[in-house]
């Protein structure tokens, strides 16, 4: 089992809908969470850290829930724009980094 | 900003030649990583630095080896390059250690071996 999974998608979805990502992750020592996102061919870039208190940055939400060990991601009125892949990252206390293997969202018109 | 920058974009080498890939961050980073990434595997770690000398190893070291003689450069080098590691080589830092630090990218080396 990979220490983080994300939805396999594809998610192919039209203007202004919303959508949701989830990933799970197997270690309950797992320090702090991330959302990253990476256009095609580019690098990866922070889209948004994840709180327990769940946050908020403009139409994207996260959300962390410790006890059930995963965190989401909701866009909402999705732009063309948004077409990328989104990682999910989770970091240990020791800094380490594990990467989920990504979704992908195609917006569509 | 924080920049992030790798020597190459693309690179095509011969199998058992001797690759170096260098990264350098202009922001005085203390921690310096190296992923590969893959279609279907994501991205997996290699090799690590927290300070100047100091190294550790990733997920997936094998064939490979590091070289962290300045704060601002992490080097990455294929002793013997072998077709299983043509990939994506992807540079990043962070400003400390403790787990709560975003990591930095670089734009990444797409590397071919034949």
């Known amino acids: 089992r990979k220490e983080v999974e994300q939805d396999p998608g594809p998610f192919n979805v039209p203007e202004g809908a919303t959508v949701a990502f989830n990933c799970t992750y197997s270690?309950?020592?797992?320090?702090?969470f991330f959302w990253y996102r990476q256009d095609c061919r580019k690098e990866p870039k922070l889209l948004m850290s994840?709180?327990?208190s769940g946050n908020e940055d403009g139409r994207f939400t996260a959300q962390l829930n410790r006890a059930s060990q995963y965190i989401s991601l909701l866009i909402r009125d999705s732009k063309l724009s948004d077409s990328a892949t989104y990682l999910c990252v989770v970091n240990n206390n020791a800094g380490k980094s594990t990467f989920g293997d990504g979704t992908t969202l195609t917006v569509k018109p | 900003d924080v920049k992030v920058t790798q020597s190459s974009r693309y690179l095509v080498k011969r199998t058992g030649e001797k690759v170096f890939l260098e990264c350098v961050q202009d922001m005085d980073h203390e921690n310096m990583f190296w992923y590969r990434q893959d279609p279907g595997l994501g991205l997996r770690l290699i090799y690590f630095?927290?300070?100047?000398?100091?190294?550790e190893k990733g997920d997936i070291p094998e064939g490979y080896s590091v070289s962290r003689e300045k704060k601002e450069r992490f080097s990455l080098i294929l002793e013997s390059a072998s077709t299983n590691q043509t990939s994506m080589y992807l540079c990043a830092s962070s400003l400390t250690s403790g787990g709560q630090e975003t990591q930095y990218f670089g734009p990444g080396t797409r590397l071919l071996v034949l």
């Open positions: 994840v709180y327990s």
């Open positions: 270690n309950s020592a797992s320090q702090s």
């Open positions: 630095s927290y300070d100047v000398k100091m190294k």
